[in-house]
């Protein structure tokens, strides 16, 4: 904090307080402040208008105004100029309402010798400055929030568009080939097709981010059968397990009831984290499984792959965070399925929680309430941001 030059408006109708204060500030020595002192508050937002001011003393009665109504008029008027507020040994109270509403620091009248008033007043300073300071950075990161959610909106958007003639006309070569390609050229084209159809899943996953950052993404409940997800899930899995040579299992407790989810969503979460589970596993298998608790549908999808490492189990649910995020990686990915999976859970009321050892495998478990998801909206970003300062 710097011992610059302050100018101190003092507002205060007692002649007394007025050359108490002043004698205070005399005893520091060396000039630190200048006070501007006047005995009413209409004469105090004038000289505030006038700019200049650093910090502003203030009564809590004056004669054309009481309370805290005085500091509610001051701060209207000049937000970012940091009032003290001045009060006797019997209104602490109300003094310390003050600061809730935005004075930076109260003084008892009489009770302070001028090196703890000089220092109250700069502290009241420093203090404005870095909340201003933090305000500031709050709305830029709002702001580059926003931002981003909007690229990624487009840049998904512009994306899906070539790649789904790609896709659609690659398809159409594959079915309608009629001997014009060889086995070679087959071949390429099924990769064409499997390649794209992955950077489609990528894209998606992108656009999901977006529309979830937005507040876009409504959930839409319905009678739900656990069984039934599981098994579409595993079918669409297996062909991927099959090519990694690792068993593939469902486990569903009998007699599950059915439960109020949104279907759709919950069948992209399981197939997030089953073909995370099958693409992080080398031997062994993966089992999804569906059970209840209490009042709660639990479905777990476990793997004896190469696990994660401790300090990685949170972050690996924020957006892009991967453990091994080099350009050398072993594994494809957005680093965006988890962070998606976890937000689409907690829109349908729930939660995904990790336990994993490293070298041992991993298992994901995500609890919905039996009661249902509410139709809802996601919270924008905007919103999950906004931090008080
Ligand atoms: P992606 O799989 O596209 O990289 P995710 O958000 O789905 O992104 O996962 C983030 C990271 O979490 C992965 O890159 C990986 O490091 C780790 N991870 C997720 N699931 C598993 C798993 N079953 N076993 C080991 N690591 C995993």
Do not use: W
Not at 150 to 165: C, D, K, M, Q, V
Not at 328 to 344: A, C, D, I, K, P
Request: negative net charge; glycine residues 8%; hydrophobic residues 40%.
């Amino acid at each position: 904090m710097g011992d610059s030059h302050a100018n101190v408006l003092l507002i205060e109708d007692n002649p007394g307080d007025v050359l108490l204060l002043r004698a205070s500030l005399d005893e520091v020595g060396g000039d630190p402040f200048t006070v501007i002192h006047v005995d009413h508050l209409a004469a105090g937002l004038r000289r505030l208008a006038e700019d200049g001011i650093d910090v502003v003393l203030q009564d809590l009665t004056l004669p054309d105004g009481n309370g805290l109504e005085i500091l509610r008029t001051l701060r209207r008027q000049a937000a970012t100029v940091p009032i003290v507020v001045l009060t006797g040994r019997d209104d602490e109270a109300l003094a310390l309402q003050a600061v809730q509403e935005g004075a930076q620091d109260y003084l008892v009248k009489g009770s302070m010798n001028g090196h703890a008033l000089a220092r109250c007043i700069r502290y009241a300073i420093e203090r404005e400055r870095l909340r201003t300071e933090l305000e500031e950075a709050r709305d830029q990161a709002l702001e580059a929030a926003r931002l981003k959610s909007e690229f990624l909106a487009n840049i998904s958007h512009e994306l899906r568009t070539p790649l789904t003639a790609i896709l659609g006309f690659s398809s159409l070569l594959r079915r309608n080939h009629h001997g014009t390609c060889d086995v070679r050229q087959l071949n390429h084209l099924e990769r064409i097709h499997q390649n794209g159809q992955h950077l489609l899943a990528m894209i998606n996953d992108l656009l999901d981010l977006s529309k979830i950052e937005a507040g876009k993404v409504s959930i839409s409940p319905e009678q739900v059968h656990p069984g039934a997800v599981i098994a579409q899930v595993v079918d669409t899995l297996l062909p991927l397990a099959a090519n990694q040579d690792i068993d593939l299992e469902e486990i569903v407790a009998d007699g599950l009831p059915t439960f109020h989810s949104d279907p759709i969503r919950l069948h992209q979460i399981l197939l997030n984290l089953g073909s995370n589970a099958i693409k992080f596993t080398h031997h062994g298998g993966v089992i999804l499984e569906a059970r209840q608790e209490g009042d709660t549908m639990v479905f777990q999808v476990s793997d004896t792959g190469i696990g994660i490492p401790a300090e990685a189990l949170e972050t690996i649910f924020d957006e892009f965070r991967q453990v091994d995020g080099s350009m050398t990686r072993e594994y494809s990915g957005t680093g965006l399925g988890l962070s998606v999976s976890r937000q689409l859970a907690r829109l349908l009321g729930g939660d995904i929680e990790v336990l994993s050892r490293e070298g041992e495998g991993s298992t994901f478990t995500l609890r919905l309430p039996l009661a249902g998801a509410k139709p809802t909206a996601a919270t924008p970003a905007a919103q999950r941001l906004q931090v008080p300062v």
